[in-house]
């Protein structure tokens, strides 16, 4: 059904498959530490480079 090659092309798939997973899950966790480690600088009163205005 799925031809000859299928032993090898499934598996390449599914690893695929994982890595794009793997990387989505890393993005999504480095911002969200990333996010809170902003919030608790400018809680202490730390600004960013480009607010105008001094906020």
Same mark, same amino acid.
């Given at each position: 059904?799925?031809?000859?090659? !299928?032993?090898? =092309?499934?598996?390449? $798939?599914?690893?695929?498959?994982?890595? %794009?997973?793997? +990387? !989505?899950?890393? =993005?999504?966790?480095? $911002?969200?530490?990333?996010?809170?480690? %902003?919030?608790? +600088?400018?809680?202490?009163?730390?600004?960013?480079?480009?607010?105008?205005?001094?906020?």
């Amino acid at each position: 059904m799925f031809g000859k090659h !299928a032993a090898f =092309i499934l598996p390449s $798939y599914g690893i695929t498959g994982l890595v %794009i997973v793997a +990387l !989505a899950v890393w =993005i999504i966790v480095t $911002y969200r530490q990333r996010r809170r480690e %902003i919030e608790r +600088l400018e809680e202490s009163g730390a600004n960013r480079r480009g607010a105008k205005g001094g906020q």
